[in-house]
């Protein structure tokens, strides 16, 4: 079992930007930002995952870049961007450029891809479950290649999130290329998933310490917090959705997170 690191609690927010217009997704950023979370993330879909399957939604790269002025404090990335959209080495581009205006706080968050809509509305091959989780291996090596060519350089080590449960593929791939890993569960899942994780890192002979915990929570943070935290869990993601961005949640982590690290 992971047990809890050296590492600061810090606190997230997934803002999803859907059902909402720009201005309040804007606004609910920087009121974010102002309670003191400490990451802000969107997500990398075309349409809402859940309410009105055709209600508003925007773009996600499109957002971190006015993101990255509309800000000043928090990292922000998304969650996760989908492998699937964009070739490789240009997402390396947007990350490089994002982490530049932004001056350092793009976190590049990547998964594999699931949403089956958003590939058949704009005419990307779905392929398989397996076949997106084998492009995904193929894309990280190119990512982590063209971020070493850019000119200029990124303002620091880009930290590279990958999200989701996979036993086999997804967390072996967090054991040789991410910073971050980013789950979704109950601290039982949470628990046999980060044992896995260890079990991968130890296969290819990385360190499990190197690797930031994060898991997204919708519960009281008194009841989860430390649970969480005796498995290595150090990074603790609230989602809200639009209209109403309601971050009564986010607070109480945060306050959460402030008597943590005093």
């Known amino acids: 079992?992971?047990?809890?690191?050296?590492?600061?609690?810090?606190?997230?927010?997934?803002?999803?930007?859907?059902?909402?217009?720009?201005?309040?997704?804007?606004?609910?950023a920087s009121a974010a930002e102002e309670l003191g979370a400490d990451v802000v993330f969107n997500w990398d879909h075309f349409y809402?995952?859940?309410?009105?399957?055709?209600?508003?939604?925007?773009?996600?790269?499109?957002?971190?870049?006015a993101w990255a002025e509309s800000t000043s404090r928090a990292e922000i990335g998304a969650l996760v961007t989908c492998n699937s959209y964009r070739n490789p080495d240009l997402l390396a581009d947007m990350a490089r450029t994002v982490d530049h205006i932004s001056g350092g706080r793009l976190v590049l968050g990547i998964g594999s891809g699931w949403f089956e809509k958003d590939y058949e509305e704009y005419g990307y091959p779905f392929g398989t479950k397996g076949s997106r989780l084998d492009d995904l291996a193929e894309a990280l090596p190119r990512i982590e290649a063209r971020l070493a060519k850019l000119n200029p350089q990124p303002t620091r080590r880009i930290p590279i999130l990958i999200g989701?449960?996979?036993?086999?593929?997804?967390?072996?791939?967090?054991?040789?290329?991410?910073?971050?890993?980013?789950?979704?569960?109950?601290?039982?899942?949470?628990e046999r998933k980060v044992d896995i994780l260890d079990r991968h890192c130890a296969d290819v002979g990385r360190d499990p310490a190197e690797i930031e915990r994060a898991v997204g929570v919708s519960g009281a943070p008194e009841e989860l917090g430390p649970q969480l935290l005796e498995l290595?869990?150090?990074?603790?993601?609230?989602g809200v959705?639009?209209?109403?961005?309601?971050?009564?949640?986010?607070?109480?982590?945060?306050?959460?997170?402030?008597?943590?690290?005093?």
């Open 1 to 28: 079992m992971s047990t809890s690191t050296n590492r600061p609690v810090r606190i997230g927010l997934q803002l999803q930007p859907q059902h909402a217009d720009y201005e309040a997704i804007r606004r609910t």
């Open 48 to 65: 809402p995952l859940y309410g009105d399957p055709e209600g508003k939604h925007f773009e996600c790269w499109t957002m971190l870049g």
């Open 164 to 190: 989701g449960g996979g036993e086999k593929k997804t967390l072996r791939l967090v054991a040789k290329h991410a910073h971050i890993w980013h789950g979704f569960g109950d601290p039982e899942v949470v």
């Open 232 to 238: 290595g869990v150090t990074q603790f993601t609230v």
């Open 241 to 262: 959705g639009g209209p109403d961005y309601d971050l009564g949640l986010l607070a109480d982590w945060i306050n959460w997170r402030d008597k943590q690290n005093s």
